[in-house]
């Protein structure tokens, strides 16, 4: 169990993917860059063999932790961290209900 004050320190911001390609030599990695409203991320994760239509994700909105220490993959920068969920061993991205603003804050 963790406090609602550790919960705050979480920096969680719907982004919208400006663009997604696969990461040279790596089976497994995307690499995303994120709108936030003004703000652009780069975001390396692991899910490229669950999501192999990268066009249909571009213009998407995603929640990302942005808060996360940044972390070298392959030798390419991630600034966050995709949040989705886990259904029988596949990520499942999630989204909005409907358009919010990039950058927007997930409470």
Known sequence: ???IEDFKKLDIKI???KSVEKVDGADKLLKFIFDFGGEERQ???GIA?????LPS???KE???LVNLEPRTIRGYESSGMILAASADGRPVILHPESDVPPGSLVR
């Open 43 to 45: 975001v390396i994760s």
């Open 49 to 53: 063999e669950f999501y192999t239509d």
């Open 1 to 3: 169990m963790i406090s």
């Open 62 to 64: 995603m929640p990302v």
């Open 15 to 17: 982004g919208r993917v």
């Open 57 to 59: 994700l571009v213009g």
